[in-house]
């Protein structure tokens, strides 16, 4: 029980300290998982992400989801899920239970615009340290795709599947064997 306990309060704390959604918790699940904890390795962690990012619903309860599994199977993804999950559900229904009278306070807007350019910054903090180690190709292609997403409103999925076939093709036409 000790295990999922640790696991449970690792992913409770990364829910309580997270303000952003669902991206905004990816470099601290990170650090937690992989730098603080030790239990699963950068590149696990970056094919688990990207396991994340493809399955239906939020990336973070995904992560959670993915990492909790790979860590304990069946018992480990519910006690991550639950600890990433609990926080942000009794905040929120302390929120909605009081919203009426907080809504049109000046000192709740002015704090919520303040944290928006450090809700950016926690966004792009794991984007610039997944690039470490890339090719500037690759690094140019990821950010004109970024823009094909923002500026005409494609579906990432539609991407996701279209670069899962060009990895596939170019591997293929290396000669090479996919690792299994």
Same mark, same amino acid.
């Given at each position: 029980? =000790?295990?999922?306990?640790?696991?449970f309060?690792?992913? !409770?704390?990364?829910?309580?300290?997270t303000?952003?959604?669902?991206?905004?918790?990816?470099?601290?699940?990170? +650090?937690?998982?992989?730098?603080?904890?030790?239990?699963?390795?950068?590149?696990?962690?970056?094919? #688990?992400?990207t396991?994340?990012?493809? +399955?239906? %619903?939020?990336i973070?309860?995904?992560?959670? $989801?993915?990492?909790?599994?790979?860590?304990?199977?069946?018992r480990?993804?519910?006690? @991550?899920?639950?600890? $990433?999950v609990?926080?942000?559900?009794?905040?929120l229904?302390?929120? @909605?239970?009081?919203f009426?009278?907080?809504r049109q306070?000046?000192?709740?807007?002015a704090?919520?615009? =303040?944290m928006?350019?450090?809700? $950016? @910054?926690?966004?792009?903090?794991?984007?610039l340290?997944?690039?470490?180690g890339?090719?500037?190709?690759?690094?140019?292609?990821?950010?004109?795709?970024?823009?094909v997403?923002?500026y005409?409103g !494609?579906?990432?999925?539609y991407? #996701?599947?279209?670069?899962?076939?060009? %990895? #596939?093709?170019?591997?293929?036409?290396?000669?090479?064997?996919?690792?299994?």
């Amino acid at each position: 029980m =000790g295990k999922y306990w640790e696991l449970f309060c690792s992913f !409770f704390k990364i829910g309580i300290f997270t303000f952003g959604g669902g991206y905004a918790m990816i470099p601290i699940i990170q +650090a937690e998982v992989i730098t603080r904890k030790g239990w699963i390795k950068e590149q696990e962690f970056l094919d #688990l992400l990207t396991l994340a990012q493809s +399955a239906p %619903g939020p990336i973070s309860l995904n992560t959670a $989801v993915f990492v909790g599994y790979k860590m304990y199977g069946y018992r480990g993804a519910l006690s @991550a899920l639950t600890g $990433v999950v609990l926080p942000s559900f009794t905040i929120l229904l302390l929120v @909605a239970m009081f919203f009426s009278q907080i809504r049109q306070n000046p000192i709740v807007d002015a704090a919520f615009r =303040g944290m928006q350019p450090i809700v $950016v @910054a926690i966004m792009l903090a794991p984007i610039l340290g997944f690039t470490k180690g890339m090719h500037w190709t690759l690094i140019a292609l990821a950010a004109a795709i970024t823009m094909v997403i923002w500026y005409f409103g !494609f579906s990432p999925i539609y991407l #996701l599947i279209a670069g899962a076939v060009a %990895g #596939l093709a170019w591997t293929a036409a290396r000669g090479k064997e996919v690792e299994r």
